[in-house]
């Protein structure tokens, strides 16, 4: 094992120094070629994969991409890898054309290639006159000896959609030499030949026919019209159209044969732009596919390298499916693919398959997984893009020789004494119950409750104390009249409560209570106010109240006498007075402020 | 109010044999059993936030991308300053084609500003907002001198009342509260609640939305990151 990781170490040293050497060549594959013909052009870029050449840019000729290979081959110990992009080429108009070179960055240019398109057969040009031969076609009634016929599978189409296209030669009579076909002109198609030819017999217009026909698909490479020019059939026939019974007559008719050139009549095809909604990976294949990968190896070292290989099949335009996009795994070096393709026919359709394979080198050890690889498609029949799935593929990666592994960490990356991240991955769990008491205290805190009124309430109280108080300063006089009777309250209390030493003080204090409620409610200095005085301000009013006044004048008598002769008050007699006064300026508020 | 508190200061750790019943699956590599387990778990304790994390980690190990964006923005939300929760949500995020951090927002800047929970600064908000209205009423009962004195302390306290009230409010616009996540491996975004609308968008599984209304089976969400609309199957939905 140790020796194959040695190795494996060698090849790809020596993959990154062959990476270092980048060049580029193109070639056709054919310089000469008729108008309505299609060139391949291939660039190979050896070196490096990751430099991609612009498609070339001539006057007068369509050019489409039509793939990318990749491959890395060992020869003598010796690695190199080459990416070979495919082009074809279809020639608007005959003449002279260029190639011109083709730049990659960090390579030198290719030289420019030079091909011809010719204007086609003297044949075809005969029949690519204004007045071409009349096609004898099965019309009602007629029944010509020979015919062609050309069909399509349908008149209207997505872009990159196979469309089926049938040539059918009908011949009446025995032919006489070699029968020559002539493809038709094709716009705006890429053509893919079945290879069936079929034949047989079929009856029409009451006359017998042998028929053969030829299949091939077309795929529309752009939104628009496409056009299928007509298609021709050389024919010998015999002259008059048939052979006399006589030995003589087929003698002259076989030594002087009459040729006729049949053709198709021309065809359209509309294209239609696929829908929008395709998914990331969509490369633009219209069909079915399915996709599957598997290694040749599932246990191996690090570092070690084992084989992947994708293979994408079904039915479309294979040989245009790029490489699926490969799974983002920093784990595992991936190196360039070799790609083959195998086309077949399945039933009407064309398909086939194309196998990707490519070297993979785990970097570090313990389980891996290769995940599902994706395929996106557009299935016509559903009318609806579609993505088919690879399954996964698990790997068990030993831990591989510290000495060999290093170098295999990556050609173009020289080894590093940093740390270097392998892998992006979630971080591990983390046990419960570190919580921030403070955190949840707030958050308890702020949860939404009722308790929330609780400071607006208190800064409401306080804005209307403070408003009161503001008032009151501001209006003294309305502040002594609307507190008067809780003034002369006051006293009261203070008066009951005077112990008996003390009441010529509580006799006082009752004094000022009746005098100062008056003196508040009128607003007038206590020390000037008389009975006199009050009993002619309660006179004055609409309302006399008399019995009120009677008992004022009584109780006010009573307390002048009491002032005066303080030790005839006891105790009781201050919690009578204190009673009859409250009594008083209670009957009194009612009675002033109704 | 003050038993949510003694809650909250007394929770107790999640009972220790369960949890280690969940960790011993997940190192087993019994994702699936790992994730009921912590499930099992964050219903005892659903303010943990370190059961979210590891119920994030269960789900993505097991594949449930959208289940695992779910929890660790639960984590996230409850413990923002956790930086492994940060990291794992950013991580699950990016494979559905979203960051956590906004396009166009500096990182640090963005961790700044998520560096409280909205529960936090909520407290913290409500906090200011006691302790203001608390020290203008005492000014307002008080006296010449007493104004003077806590003059600078009330301008501290609206101060900061206005900090973490608009700090919370430009948290809630960026978190809304009626948010969730895509479960559904690919949903499709119609243009009315029915099957019968046409399919307006697909979202990927794991992307985060904005809930804006119901109807019926059908939840009418906004894609947060590209700021488009549609109608997707609530079963596709898991809120937060």
């Not at chain 1, 290879?195 to 079929?202: C, H, L, N, P, S």
């Not at chain 1, 949840?440 to 403070?466: K, R």
């Not at chain 2, 979203?98 to 961790?111: H, K, Q, R, S, V």
């Amino acid at each position: 094992m140790k020796t194959a990781a040695l190795a494996v170490c060698a090849v790809l040293t020596a993959a990154a120094a062959a990476a270092a050497d980048l060049s580029v060549s193109a070639t056709l594959d054919n310089q000469r070629v008729e108008l309505g013909d299609q060139l391949m052009l291939s660039v190979a870029i050896s070196g490096s994969g990751s430099a991609a050449p612009q498609p070339p840019l001539i006057a007068d000729v369509e050019i489409y991409e039509s793939g990318k290979s990749q491959s890395v081959s060992i020869i003598n110990g010796r690695v190199s890898s080459s990416v070979v992009h495919t082009y074809v080429l279809a020639p608007r108009k005959a003449g002279r054309f260029v190639v011109p070179p083709i730049e990659v960055p960090g390579a030198a240019p290719t030289a420019p290639l030079e091909f011809v398109v010719e204007q086609g057969s003297p044949a075809t040009q005969t029949a690519a006159a204004p007045s071409p031969a009349p096609n004898p076609g099965p019309r009602p009634g007629g029944s010509p000896d020979v015919f062609v016929t050309a069909a399509l599978e349908k008149n209207r189409a997505f872009v990159n959609e196979q469309v089926s296209f049938v040539v059918r030669f009908f011949t009446a009579v025995p032919l006489l030499g070699a029968t020559q076909y002539d493809a038709p002109k094709l716009t705006g198609l890429l053509s893919e030949n079945l290879g069936a030819e079929g034949q047989g017999t079929t009856m029409i217009g009451g006359r017998s026919y042998h028929f053969s026909e030829l299949k091939s698909v077309l795929f529309p490479v752009q939104a628009g019209r496409a056009a299928i020019g007509p298609a021709f059939v050389t024919v010998q026939l015999p002259r008059g159209g048939r052979m006399g019974d006589d030995f003589f007559d087929r003698f002259f008719t076989m030594a002087a044969p009459e040729t006729r050139r049949l053709h198709t009549d021309p065809l359209t095809l509309s294209v239609d732009p696929l829908p929008p909604g395709a998914p990331d990976d969509f490369s633009g294949i219209v069909g079915a596919l399915s996709i599957e990968s598997s290694v040749d190896r599932a246990r191996l070292k690090a570092g070690e390298a084992l084989n992947l290989t994708v293979i994408v099949s079904g039915v479309g335009n294979i040989k245009s499916l790029p490489e699926p996009k490969r799974p983002d795994l920093p784990s595992v070096r991936f190196f360039d693919s070799e790609s083959s393709v195998k086309l077949e026919r399945r039933g009407d359709k064309a398909g086939g398959s194309k196998t990707f394979k490519t070297v993979v080198v785990p970097k570090v050890s313990g389980p891996l997984e290769i995940p599902a690889l994706t395929v996106s498609y557009y299935d016509p029949a559903k009318r609806a893009y579609a993505r088919a799935h690879s399954q996964s593929i698990r790997l068990s990666v030993l831990p591989g020789d510290p000495n060999t592994a290093l170098p295999i960490v990556g050609p173009g990356a020289a080894p590093s004494p940093g740390v270097t991240e392998v892998a992006s991955d979630i971080l591990y769990l983390k046990a419960p119950g570190g919580r921030s008491a403070l955190g949840d205290t707030l958050a308890a805190f702020g949860a939404p409750g009722p308790w929330h009124i609780l400071p607006f309430a208190f800064f409401l109280l306080a804005l209307i104390l403070d408003w009161r108080r503001r008032i009151a300063v501001a209006d003294p006089r309305a502040r002594r009249v609307r507190h008067a009777r809780a003034a002369a309250e006051r006293r009261l209390k203070q008066a009951e409560a005077q112990p008996d030493a003390q009441r010529a003080r509580a006799v006082a204090l009752l004094g000022e209570a009746l005098t100062g409620y008056f003196a508040d409610t009128f607003d007038q200095p206590a020390a000037s106010l008389t009975l006199k005085a009050v009993a002619l301000r309660l006179q004055n009013r609409e309302t006399p109240p008399a019995a009120e006044l009677a008992r004022l004048k009584s109780a006010w008598e009573e307390l002048d006498l009491l002032r005066y002769a303080p030790g005839g008050a006891g105790q009781a007699e201050v919690k009578r007075l204190a009673d009859e006064i409250r009594a008083l300026t209670l009957a009194f508020e009612k009675e002033l402020r109704s | 109010m003050i038993i949510a508190l003694l809650a909250a200061l007394l929770a107790l750790p999640a009972a220790a044999a369960p949890y280690n019943d969940a960790k011993a699956a997940y190192d087993a590599g019994h994702f699936d059993s790992a994730a009921s387990a912590f499930a099992v778990l964050i219903a005892a304790h659903p303010g943990d936030a370190a059961l979210h994390y590891d119920l994030g980690n269960a789900w993505l190990k097991s594949g449930k991308l959208g289940r695992a964006c779910t929890s660790y923005q639960r984590a996230f939300d409850l413990d923002p300053r956790d930086g492994d929760g940060r990291r794992n949500l950013d991580f699950a995020l990016r494979r559905s084609g979203e960051e956590l951090t906004p396009p166009g927002i500096p990182g640090p800047a963005f961790t700044a500003f998520t560096a409280l929970s909205a529960r936090e600064l909520s407290g913290l908000h409500w906090l200011a907002a006691w302790t203001t209205l608390i020290l203008a009423g005492l000014a307002l009962l008080g006296s010449a001198q007493s104004r003077a004195r806590l003059r600078g302390w009330l301008l501290g306290a609206a101060a900061a009342w206005l900090l973490f009230g608009l700090w919370w409010a430009g948290l809630r616009a960026v978190l809304p509260a009626g948010r969730g996540v895509i479960v559904a491996e690919r949903a499709e975004l119609r243009n009315g609640p029915g099957q019968t609308f046409t399919v307006g968008y697909t979202a990927p599984e794991g992307r985060r939305v904005r809930i804006l209304s119901e109807s019926g089976a059908w939840l009418e969400v906004g894609l947060l990151k590209e700021g488009v609309k549609g109608w997707i199957l609530a079963s596709s939905v898991e809120k937060l």
